[in-house]
């Protein structure tokens, strides 16, 4: 069964940085692609960085570019979102999400039907 769990969220004050995890179970998540999102109550969910099964570039949304970057760990099976320079925009809940369906990235949720249960990320002094 496909899984993903992401871990590595918390409290940072404004300019720090974090590194959330993507883990995956039951599939080798290097071969699919992932997608970053993040929401805040009362908003839909946006997509920030959708990385393809191609093995192409990563793409990003103009708010976290030059600040987020993704990589990939083949032997623990997950996805790295490094976040850089944190602003208190950025406070949400993180979720990854990858479909099996999908050969290049996508920043629409609709576009993902396996997620992650999400982690949160507050960005504040």
């Known amino acids: 069964q496909l899984q993903l769990v992401e871990s590595g969220g918390g409290l940072v004050q404004p300019g720090g940085s974090l590194r959330l995890s993507c883990t995956g179970s039951?599939?080798?998540?290097?071969?699919?692609?992932i997608g970053w999102f993040r929401q805040v109550p009362g908003k839909d969910r946006e997509g920030i960085s959708c990385m393809s099964s191609t093995g192409g570039r990563t793409n990003y949304v103009d708010s976290v570019k030059g600040r987020f970057t993704t990589s990939r760990d083949k032997t623990r099976n997950t996805v790295y979102l490094q976040m850089n320079n944190l602003k208190p925009e950025d406070t949400a809940v993180y979720y990854c999400a990858t479909d099996p369906r999908l050969r290049y990235g996508s920043f629409d949720p609709r576009d993902y039907n396996y997620w992650g249960r999400g982690t949160q990320v507050t960005v504040s002094s």
């Open positions: 039951g599939f080798p998540l290097d071969y699919y692609t």
